[in-house]
């Protein structure tokens, strides 16, 4: 079946570091890819998405480009704030394979001052 | 309007107690989600609505009941609650399937 897989965190970064938080998926058809944020004692929330190989998604400085050659979806920014310490979940879901969305199991950020 | 409502924020409940969580949305959205988030893990799969009809029941326990009484309104009835199920109930909804999920901000549950 589809699957997501992240690199384990957490991370810790100082202000202004450059991110990269890595997202590779397994999947039998044509995924949407996306990337949400959970940011302490909130619920999920859209930061970018994409829906075909090749497609950029970006948002506040984030970036995700959608890879089908090695089935990857790296978040980057190049610059990080300490409000961007949250939980970043990498995702995809698929129009043929109903209503699931398939999580990866999510990224733990720390940005200190 | 983006928002996806949720109440109460908190809940704290006995094992013997029924209660109901709540969801609203108002964006037209044709699927409502019930998703179930334990600490530092990603949300889990409950229940999935479409067009009013559950599409998804993802072997619940049965303590566990949904209800979709009109297109923006989705509940979740608790019964007979167990410690473990103690945990962050996030509702969500999306146009359809596939597309960007918006999620509400969450009930906290504590089952004691």
């Known amino acids: 079946g589809d699957s997501v897989t992240q690199m384990e965190g957490p991370v810790t970064l100082s202000e202004e570091a450059f991110l990269t938080i890595n997202c590779t998926y397994t999947a039998t058809g044509y995924p949407s890819l996306f990337w949400y944020v959970q940011y302490p004692g909130e619920g999920l929330q859209l930061l970018l998405k994409?829906?075909?190989?090749?497609d950029k998604g970006s948002n506040k400085g984030f970036e995700a480009t959608y890879r089908k050659e090695t089935t990857s979806f790296h978040l980057e920014k190049g610059s990080v704030q300490v409000s961007d310490s949250a939980v970043y979940f990498c995702?995809?879901?698929?129009?043929?394979?109903?209503?699931?969305?398939?999580f990866g199991a999510g990224t733990r950020l720390f940005v200190k001052a | 309007d983006t928002e996806v409502t949720q109440t109460p924020k908190h809940l704290v409940m006995g094992m013997t107690n029924k209660k109901s969580l709540k969801c609203e949305q108002h964006m037209g959205h044709r699927a409502m989600y019930w998703y179930k988030q334990k600490a530092k893990k990603p949300p889990e799969l409950m229940f999935v609505y479409s067009y009013e009809k559950l599409s998804i029941n993802e072997s619940v326990p049965s303590r566990f009941s949904p209800e979709c009484p009109n297109s923006s309104l989705l509940n979740l009835h608790l019964h007979a609650l167990q410690p473990e199920d103690s945990a962050l109930y996030l509702c969500?909804?999306?146009?359809?399937?596939?597309?960007?999920?918006?999620f509400g901000p969450g009930t906290r549950l504590t089952v004691l």
């Open positions: 994409a829906t075909k190989a090749d």
């Open positions: 969500a909804s999306s146009q359809d399937s596939g597309n960007t999920q918006y």
């Open positions: 995702a995809l879901s698929d129009r043929d394979g109903g209503f699931k969305t398939i």
